[in-house]
């Protein structure tokens, strides 16, 4: 099992550039979120679903746009992206919504 | 507003029992414990969770206090490979996909 796969790890990004995080599972997970994480900070949730067709905002989903079209997969999209939004992002997915499992993480600068 | 309160670091030997606290004292009946940890750069991992009884498994052992205001994390040896940060959180069963992770505790086994 790959568990959950992100790409890229890393990007470099133009102030107003978008591009789409790519998150996938496949352990037929129900629950996946997005989460991003700044230095000396612990995660911050920014969107999560439930299942496919079905996404809520977070805590700080401003700048960010989800969709869950599928079980497997949960992009994150950044439509025009600001230098506040240079962090590391993790996806993470969980099955019956307890423990989840993390990706290895997409470090994005944005310049 | 913190729902679990850990000290911001601490030490331990390699080899020795490190037990690594938490305040919990807001906690609900029907909310768990779980615990994470994150390693320097990789996606946080899955440690232990538990209600209110004390809880065991390869990774660690969890104790829960009597009126379960406070818990905690036992790594009964511990190696060089667990220094990370150790994140205490408490969340009901389920929602997971909407777990609030704090800025946890950096546990630093020494040589």
């Known amino acids: 099992n790959a568990g959950v796969t992100q790409t890229p790890k890393f990007q470099v990004l133009k102030t107003g550039q978008s591009m789409t995080l790519q998150c996938a599972q496949d352990?037929?997970?129900?629950?996946m979120s997005w989460y991003r994480q700044d230095p000396g900070m612990g995660l911050r949730l920014i969107h999560y679903?439930?299942?496919?067709?079905?996404?809520d905002q977070g805590e700080v989903p401003n700048g960010y746009n989800v969709s869950r079209s599928t079980t497997e997969d949960f992009p994150l999209r950044l439509l025009s992206a600001a230098p506040s939004q240079t962090s590391v992002y993790f996806c993470?997915?969980?099955?019956?919504?307890?423990?989840?499992?993390f990706g290895a993480g997409s470090r994005l600068t944005v310049l | 507003d913190a729902k679990t309160t850990q000290p911001t670091s601490m030490d331990c030997a390699e080899g020795r029992a490190a037990n690594l606290p938490c305040n919990h004292s807001?906690?609900?009946?029907?909310?768990?414990v779980y615990w994470y940890r994150q390693i320097h750069s990789q996606g946080p991992q899955y440690i232990i969770h538990?209600?209110?009884n004390n809880e065991t498994n390869e990774m660690a052992s969890l104790i829960i206090t009597e009126d379960r205001k406070s818990s905690t994390l036992i790594l009964p040896h511990a190696t060089l490979r667990d220094t990370a940060v150790y994140y205490c959180?408490?969340?009901?069963?389920?929602?997971?996909?909407?777990?609030?992770f704090g800025k946890g505790m950096k546990l630093t086994v020494n040589p």
């Open positions: 352990m037929n997970h129900e629950y």
């Open positions: 807001t906690i609900s009946g029907n909310e768990y």
């Open positions: 679903s439930v299942g496919a067709g079905i996404t």
């Open positions: 959180i408490v969340h009901p069963q389920g929602g997971s996909e909407k777990l609030v």
């Open positions: 538990g209600l209110k």
């Open positions: 993470a997915s969980s099955y019956g919504a307890n423990v989840l499992t």
